[in-house]
């Protein structure tokens, strides 16, 4: 049996190739199916299957590509509608090689989520793996919230269903195979352990241990936000999206050519770390870091032409492809060799503010400040500064006129990272006087300093 | 949680390196360290300790070289009475970044031997995987025989002890990580699955199913052959093999360069499949194909240079590393750029004859033949040709003397590649007339011909 | 500047990506275009320009396919008349980052090649390398019979003017880069140096040494060997041939899918050696070796599925491309894992004779055998064994009825592959005791044999 | 004949394994040999032959420690009495493979140089290529200054009937490989151009123009630094250093034990861009760029303990094989993940300011400021701003006293990378209000502010 786990930087995502005998198949392949293809080639083996485990809404699916350069099909939920592919239903069952999979209903992330169990016929007749998409996560269960507040409740009692009634009884022994690894949208509390059994997660995870009435109350409690990509994500996720290829080959640009393009509209990406950034970046760029890649979804538009800066030139294909699998594609190019060259050739450069936890302490002491608090609800409730206003960094431009602006503004959330983004959102709409905190909420914690629930 | 499970080709070893937080742990590493050295660079990371399951017989172990590396420090069970390291105790336990590591006392294979279970303290109190070491494999057991006759029983039912109230008690979720997969000789019937929990193996490994009497007969019962070169693996674990380094770096050699070393006593190794080699070798060659480096340890002294053809020249340090593995270091080169130099060069080469399973059938019944069945006792016994001698192909030349040589000879295994190398063995000897049966008693089964059991 | 010399291993063809300052250009690219793209993002640039020096016959190019991937613009020769691209004329310049590019008309090898200089502005106003395609190579210069005898001398004529008065006039220090390597069918007599400078090859090239009589008459001498491949190739080079794409996927095959297709009318290429294909191979195959992969141009149909036997799993990439440079693009399948499945089976095998010249000597010397030597005209002119036959491998099908097939058959070549080639032609096409030579003219004359010229 | 040219990414460092018909030869092997040693594993192949061209001042040689793994023979020139080795003459000829080895002596950059010709027999017998060491590179020759100011006009001389009489007599067509590439401190003004010929040098290299009295003149007029670690590597390449082996391993580091390190004296070298380090660096750190990592040796003590802290944890490896060549092996670890590490700890922090040229300009109007250039003699005379004071960077140390204090200081080189490292020594002696000016003097220079020469 062949077992490859496909993880992707950008959204957390885990895709499976599993075979046997000469034959394959993937579950829940991204956009960039090179990564199968050759997996094919290595193993020298034929995908005869692609499983999807539900409609995807945070990265562009690459089903119907990998389909049409292997003849592989396609079996998915019956739910939304899709476009391509077949439905399958609850207890369908595939022959791959040796091995035997198995179709499960398990509606509550989506109502029409599947997983798929693996049993290796040579050895048994009892599955030893499942692949259970977004409903089951290690450390968490997934979002039931899709469907809006009407349905919140409906599809907590089906996930809790799917949970124990379907996939808890295949066995502590089976081992788990999700859609998402830590950090995901998907799920904000996932484990960062990245093996676990159905076992492992009865003992360790907790929303296992509730029973419905519990389980319905938490899910519905939790709060996540929903980015504006989704919408488009749904959309090219029933219909096919267009086909990536080898994906987009993005131009070296030189300083001339970068700022033409910036005249012309198009929008700087500038992914080096806030502190690089905030010493001197050019005026309109959004600051995102390459491990938060997604966070684009929430601002970018996506009719407008691309320009990257880069912390690393060697980060390149992995920031084109992270921005490709939520479906952007049209890159003007990237500056090269670095930053650098803009600094060189004496073209004006922006600037923001750092400070330290210990220098925001010292400063609300003697000033007037603005602390913007641009962490998720959930985190800010669990322990924020005091008069700290909290508006989620995705959401800063809707949330502008709440911002007061004649005091000086820190930017704070865990560790720096989407804080450096928000300063570059606020910079963007003209607003003056940002400050990034380093280190966070988490140094600020660390230093002791105090905090309200 | 870093997570690497390295494989070996050969004696198809597993060992472990798994960290957390900056430092790691390295369980059985194999003698060519330099992979462990590379993971520590990969991540970044400080190996902290190497945990020995039980003294090896059937590889060198590379602890001391890695402990010297690394800084690291090595732990091992109580028996025998290892030179270097320290001895662990059941229970003791030792931490590393957000991992506790538990040692068991899992007696059974040999007196001492320990299993190490992993606990990941950020996520719960209770194991996630267990390192078993030859106790417990996926789908078999460690073998009890090394003690010899007199202590099988008794070690047999420490194994079932081991496994029954040790390992099995840490729940069917736990991940299993054993020493070996398929293909050692530490285990006859361990399964080609590569993933495996304890639930997993409490359904599909029959000899956790046994009760304690039935496991001590089963296990009483079972034929383990004993290698020569397990002696002096069993010599080196004890007191430290030499250095390792970056092994040894093989001269490419002219066919007047190999000429002279074979003048001068040195002894050839070709790794070609049997066909090949059959066409045409050079004299006195041993025909240990690479998917079997190990079996070289039965026939092949270790006070004698060795020469190397290769099917493939990619294939050079495998060869080496694979041979190195058990103690093979003297390589005096290998025949540059392959056995086509031999040729061109019009050198006097051998030739083996090859039989199809449907040509040994007809020749049975027109003439006599002596068919020589290579495998072992226990496969012999499962199905074998009618009249055949059943000779283990390590053993062929102490049992050179039960051999008829009037008649021609068929030696024949599971699939030709055990029967050519013991073509190469007879024909070293001087046997004459010898032929190898292609595709072997699998091939001889599915074409329907009779056999006995 | 970036440098990239691309080599490709069938039909020993060179191409090049060269680049500067963000923009980068490629002189005649193979079909496999993923390599320049890799190339160009590895290197984060640009594709601007794509030059071929000549309309090629051996090899499917692959400009089309990758001005299509990367918007650059692709330039020939005005001969023949390309469906496709811009037609360059001697003198035009070409910018790249600081380079400048200059194309020369170089008639000779074919009436519209350009050469193509390229000088550092950086560093100076004068050339450092040059792309010479097929005129001149590292020892050799390139064919001129394309045009047929009544062209042949006009042709050679402006070869010689083409290198005298274009391409030796840009200077000794000039760095040269042909379009092809030693082992190409282009020029018989390509050295194995793989650097050279135009001085070098003043120096080296003794052809280059030869006043313009003496040029033509030798070229005029030369004897080449026209495969029915390239007629394909020259069309597909004219028109643009279909887009490859990642190239195909192979599916694994077990016997009995690959035994169906056989059935099916599928045919077999064995790239194993020689003598492992002769020991038993599958009725029909053809033995095409992975470094003669070319040679499949003259027996193999465009019409027919393949099935391939490799003889070492990793080398199926190299053979499908390899195949697939050359037009093959239709793969039934691949027999898994090796030929050991159909032994395995007891599927029917055919067998080879094998000889080594001391064989075939002694056999000669008591039997009446033909000798069939299957190399080129001019290889067997220069030295062959007395009362041979000679019929170039390729043509061996059209020249059946000239071999005496009631006496044994011993085919011999340079070294034994060709041969091998032969054999399986001839077994195919249902003559019976055929057998090949091991090692070939080299071992013959190694051992001191009789020869005559 | 296998060419492969080992660049080393500091000390511009290039190093050359060539090779033929099973044996090779390396021409100034760094330090870190598992490179050679693996390119002899990849092409199966004996290294029989260490040519070194120069007792070396800028980097640690690796012969002895390849030789020793090897069983290779080393030579050398015979100045200074180097302790290991043998002492090869002018004339010598070695033979590897088909390839025949001349040695010529060209003493200029130091007495006892000696440059390696290379024939292929095969092919003729004049050299295709030459390693000339520090004598002659690609645009620029090597220094002679190392004799002291009373030897610069002898070792000038010789220098020039090196190239004169050895080198160029050789041929233009003669491929070029020197000891290094653009960037190094062993000749300020190598060109960035990668390949070249003796005739391509003959044409582009103005010092190959000058007659002898220009030629002496001119290099009696060149200034170059001296940095303290030549010393150190003087003595070691004599006496042979300490074996490498697979060099040391770095351990990733929490912050408490970061903090313990630094507390117990370990120095901090940090790799971050200038902008990075500027806005929160660990106090005491030296800020020396990836791509500048021998800089470390004008202030870096030998005794102690480094810590580091990265941009890239990608760049680990680079990083410390980059300090270990120049001879710095004692690492206490590096921060784990990242500097963030440290500001989620709430941990001090201190900054640096940052400028742009304009802004630079207008505070120069407005104030009295310091501007410290950092670039060496050479390029502050080729034109610098007003009024600012040259010390070079390396020299800061030795030069405090003569630094202003009371004003503002703004250190600028040509791009900022060397005025980055000069504000972390500044600040490291405890120099307050330290600025540093993005783009130095190549963005003064872009945006047209005056200069004086």
Not at 208 to 217: G, R, T, Y
Not at 221 to 245: D, I, Q
Not at 297 to 325: C, H
């Amino acid at each position: 049996m062949i077992f490859e786990r496909q993880k992707s930087k950008i959204v957390s995502h885990l895709s499976y190739f599993i075979g046997s005998a000469g034959s394959a198949f993937v579950v829940d392949p991204t956009r960039d199916i090179q990564q199968y293809l050759e997996l094919a080639k290595k193993h020298g083996i034929r995908i005869k299957y692609i499983f999807e485990t539900h409609r995807n809404e945070d990265y562009i699916i690459g089903s119907l590509e990998l389909a049409k350069n292997t003849g592989a099909e396609i079996f998915h939920g019956p739910w939304p509608t899709i476009k391509y592919g077949n439905v399958v239903e609850d207890g369908d069952e595939f022959t791959v090689g040796n091995l035997k999979v198995t179709a499960l209903a398990t509606p509550g992330h989506t109502p029409g989520c599947r997983s798929y169990t693996v049993t290796d016929m040579e050895t048994g007749s009892r599955p030893v793996l499942v692949c259970t998409g977004d409903v089951l996560f290690i450390g968490d269960t997934g979002r039931t919230d899709f469907g809006g507040p009407e349905n919140i409740k409906k599809w907590s009692r089906w996930m809790y269903e799917s949970i124990q009634e379907k996939l808890l009884p295949l066995g502590d022994h089976v081992i788990l195979c999700p859609a998402h690894g830590s950090g995901s949208v998907c799920g904000s509390r996932i484990a960062s352990r990245e093996y676990s059994t159905l076992g492992i997660e009865k003992i360790m995870n907790p929303q296992l241990a509730m029973n419905q009435d519990e389980f319905i109350k938490y899910k519905t409690a939790e709060r996540h936000n929903y980015a504006p990509y989704f919408k488009r994500m749904e959309v090219l996720n029933v219909e096919g999206a267009s086909e990536y290829g080898i994906g987009p080959i993005v131009n070296a640009l030189s300083v001339n050519e970068f700022e033409d393009y910036i005249n012309y509209g198009a929008i700087v990406v500038d992914t080096r770390p806030p502190p690089s950034f905030g010493s001197g970046y050019i005026k309109g760029s959004y600051n995102i870091s390459i491990d938060r890649l997604s966070m684009a979804g929430w601002v970018l538009p996506y009719n407008e032409l691309i320009l990257l800066v880069l912390g690393n030139k060697a980060e390149l294909n992995d920031t084109v492809t992270g921005l490709a699998r939520i479906g952007y594609d049209n890159f003007a190019g990237y500056l090269t060799p670095s930053i650098v060259s803009w600094y060189l050739k004496a073209k004006p450069v922006e600037r923001l503010g750092m400070l330290t936890t210990s220098e925001l302490r010292a400063r609300l002491e003697m000033e007037e400040w603005t602390v913007l608090d641009v962490r998720s609800a959930e985190e800010y409730e669990a322990g924020h500064i005091e008069n700290s206003i909290n508006i989620y960094v995705g959401t800063l431009p809707q949330h502008l006129t709440e911002i007061p602006k004649e005091k000086p503004i820190a930017l704070i959330c865990k560790s720096g990272t989407r804080s450096g983004f928000g300063c570059s959102i606020l910079a963007r709409l003209g607003v003056t006087n940002i400050n990034n905190v380093m280190g966070g909420m988490t140094s600020w914690l660390a230093a002791g300093y105090p905090f309200i629930k």
